[in-house]
């Protein structure tokens, strides 16, 4: 019964898979950001590019969602979910403001996928330079879905996988104690 066995027990031994995963994982994704073409989306085709937004953030909520559910159960490879996910959402972001700098005045300042990148990861983290200004309707209401999405679904998926890894080590024995000697 692989939900009762201990650390030792093949939970453990099935999730020691997931681990390697992780940075290939991640670095797919950015090769994909960096890689994938983003001119089939933008000003040209407004309902398509808000309809793969939408349908793209819904799946990502709903599997952060289950992999949010599956780490309070300490259920294999939700860390490595988790992160990608989380990785996977700011790439979405970042892909959305890039597309929507293509359309003349939503932005001053953003270019390139990097400097939408850079300008994802200001916003979560709450700062500003001031060198990427949006000036448009459309960057504003990413931005504010992107303010809204991580105060729900991120923190909520960073709680999580803190307390997983809280967890995890804490029942794992110190590493390098034995039996003390007098």
Not at 79 to 105: E, K, N, Q, R, W
């Amino acid at each position: 019964m692989a939900q009762s066995d201990g650390p030792t027990g093949p939970r453990k031994e099935s999730s020691a898979w997931a681990w390697p995963l992780l940075g290939p994982a991640v670095a797919v994704l950015f090769a994909a950001y960096f890689l994938l073409p983003a001119r089939v989306l933008g000003p040209e085709r407004p309902a398509l590019s808000w309809t793969v937004f939408t349908v793209v953030l819904a799946a990502i909520a709903a599997l952060l969602l289950k992999h949010m559910r599956d780490a309070m159960f300490d259920r294999p490879g939700t860390v490595v979910a988790l992160v990608s996910l989380m990785c996977l959402t700011v790439l979405v972001f970042s892909s959305a403001y890039f597309v929507i700098s293509h359309d003349p005045g939503e932005f001053r300042g953003l270019r390139t996928r990097l400097d939408a990148l850079y300008f994802t990861l200001l916003t979560l983290a709450t700062l500003s330079y001031s060198d990427i200004v949006p000036r448009g309707q459309s960057a504003r209401l990413v931005i504010v879905l992107q303010i809204l999405y991580t105060l729900v679904f991120l923190t909520a998926a960073a709680t999580s996988l803190t307390g997983k890894l809280r967890r995890t080590a804490a029942s794992r024995p110190p590493h390098g104690r034995g039996p003390r000697r007098g």
